[in-house]
């Protein structure tokens, strides 16, 4: 087989994959390109060293240790970010606010028959909250309760990069022994430590608010436990989640202490290699790190 053609097979793969994803964020499609790029870089680095001579070692070599210099070079990019996040001014715990533009769903159809679906299984909305993760760059919440107020679901819509947004749920239970169950979708890295009465499952591959909430009711039913409704306002709640997210991974050593965070910066030598180790799972494998 002919490396060229493969190396112009790869790149029109690529270019085809972002073109799908600038219009609709599907982690497969990312996840799948970055695969390819990856692949592309590492034929293409062998296929030009041996077309221009550059060095004697055999095609299949070079393409290893080009594949390798990816994966360094990626890691340093990923680290300079993290470090730089740990020394900016930008809270990793922001506290949010009422929106008080109300709702805000973007206007495309897949959303209306989301909001349609919300309305069908008698969800209704609880409150619009909002955090500003970067100046003039927020964070937005539409927040929805069940029927009974035993499910709290957030619909979270993400900012990126290239001006599009991100669609993520969150599903939170809490039980008469006040264990929280969090059943999500979130593709971002966190990497940090939970409260101990907390019971997480991500789920970054589910895209479908229908079977996320199938798989939420199934982990209490399997749990045997007993709900018990929402009392509290949710931006009272998610505040209170924020200080204990931030209180539990300071005195884990996830996060230097509060009187270290001028000289070191938030996040710790630990803190940032666990960062660092559940971007490149969720970047290449679609998972989170299992702790």
Not at 55 to 65: K, Q
Not at 88 to 98: E, K, Y
Not at 210 to 235: F, K, V
Not at 254 to 279: A, M, N
């Amino acid at each position: 087989m002919d490396i060229g053609h493969v190396i112009v097979s790869f790149s029109v793969i690529s270019l085809l994959l972002h073109l799908l994803n600038s219009r609709v964020l599907l982690p497969a499609v990312t996840i799948v390109n970055r695969w390819v790029r990856w692949g592309l870089f590492s034929l293409g680095m062998a296929y030009l060293s041996e077309a221009f001579n550059w060095t004697d070692r055999p095609f299949w070599a070079v393409a290893v240790l080009a594949f390798l210099g990816w994966f360094l070079v990626e890691s340093i990019y990923h680290w300079l970010a993290i470090r730089a996040l740990s020394l900016s001014p930008l809270p990793l715990f922001p506290r949010f606010v009422a929106n008080s533009s109300g709702e805000e769903w973007p206007t495309q159809r897949r959303l209306f028959a989301i909001r349609d679906w919300l309305r069908r299984e008698k969800f209704h909305l609880a409150q619009s909250l909002k955090a500003e993760i970067a100046p003039g760059v927020f964070l937005r919440l539409s927040v929805y309760q069940d029927a009974a107020n035993l499910i709290r679901l957030q619909v979270a819509f993400i900012p990126q990069p290239s001006g599009a947004f991100a669609l993520c749920y969150t599903l939170a239970s809490r039980t008469t022994d006040e264990v929280r169950y969090i059943t999500d979708n979130l593709h971002l890295p966190f990497g940090g430590f939970y409260p101990e009465n907390w019971r997480i499952e991500r789920r970054p591959w589910s895209r479908g608010l229908r079977s996320l909430l199938a798989q939420h009711r199934r982990r209490i039913a399997r749990a045997g436990e007993t709900l018990q409704p929402w009392a509290n306002e949710p931006l009272e709640d998610l505040n209170r989640q924020q200080g204990q997210l931030e209180k539990v991974n300071t005195e884990l050593g996830f996060l230097h202490r509060h009187q270290d965070r001028d000289e070191f910066g938030k996040i710790s030598t630990e803190g940032c290699y666990r960062v660092w180790k559940e971007i490149w799972m969720l970047n290449y494998l679609g998972r989170p790190v299992e702790y």
